[in-house]
């Protein structure tokens, strides 16, 4: 696997990551929870509790990707596209339960 190049965009990802954990602490705490309720599920309650879980990180994923499309819209289209990219890789190790999602 080839290293990703840093990109001109991490740190200001890295920043905006910061403050959407901020602002939805208590909906990634939910998916924590859900996480190990679905872990903890018996046979019978399993499907349930996955279901629940997929919808709060399905939720978490929306929220996070109408931040990135939003910023990227305010930039030209060379840019846009090398800060989703940046977006996208900085997001995935930060929330790795995310990835493929945005």
């Known amino acids: 696997m080839i290293p990703r190049r840093r990109s001109r965009f991490d ?30 599920a018996q046979r019978g309650e399993a499907e349930e509790a996955y279901g629940d879980f997929q919808t709060l990180l399905d939720a ?3 929220a996070l990707s109408d931040r990135k499309t939003t910023y990227a819209a305010t930039l030209e289209d060379d840019a846009a596209s090398e800060y989703e990219r940046a977006f996208d890789a900085v997001a995935g190790k930060r929330f790795p339960l995310l990835r493929g999602r945005l």
Request: proline share 0%.
């Open 60 to 62: 978490v994923a929306e």
């Open 11 to 40: 740190e200001l990802v890295r920043r905006q990551l910061d403050l959407f954990a901020e602002d939805v602490q208590d909906l990634l705490e939910e998916v924590v929870e859900a996480e190990r309720a679905y872990d903890e």
